[in-house]
Nanobody
Framework: QAQLEESGGGSVPAGGSLRLSCAAS????????MGWFRQAPGAKREGVAS???????SYADSVKGRFTISRDNAKNTLYLQMNNLKPLDTAMYFC?????????????????WGQGTQVTVSN
């Protein structure tokens, strides 16, 4: 079994910052590619950022330069630092782990998912 638990969401004004955390346990370890995804009401779930075991990263164009994904393998924890938040960033944010080898940012490749943490950005 694998468990992913997100924390750090909340409500902030536009221009504010939040840091999301995702604590992994069970099967998920430092070899897994990890990612953050988000889903706004009525919208499809979309990729935000991914990071593999080597530290290689990718970002959605909409968050480049504002969000930073990182991981602490000793703590088995994934992070997402979000700066200069915009109302369009409002969504439920999910942490996920991909069990296959290599880097992926494709939603369908991710095997394990957390329950999500809500981020709300107001004008």
């Amino acid at each position: 079994q694998a468990q992913l638990e997100e924390s750090g969401g909340g409500s902030v004004p536009a221009g504010g910052s939040l840091r999301l955390s995702c604590a992994a346990s069970g099967y998920v370890n430092s070899r897994y590619c990890m990612g953050w995804f988000r889903q706004a009401p009525g919208a499809k779930r979309e990729g935000v950022a991914s990071i593999d075991s080597t530290g290689s990263t990718s970002y959605a164009d909409s968050v480049k330069g504002r969000f930073t994904i990182s991981r602490d393998n000793a703590k088995n924890t994934l992070y997402l630092q979000m700066n200069n938040l915009k109302p369009l960033d409002t969504a439920m944010y999910f942490c996920a782990a991909a069990g296959g080898t290599g880097f992926t940012s494709t939603l369908e490749d991710y095997d394990y998912w957390g329950q999500g943490t809500q981020v709300t950005v107001s004008n």
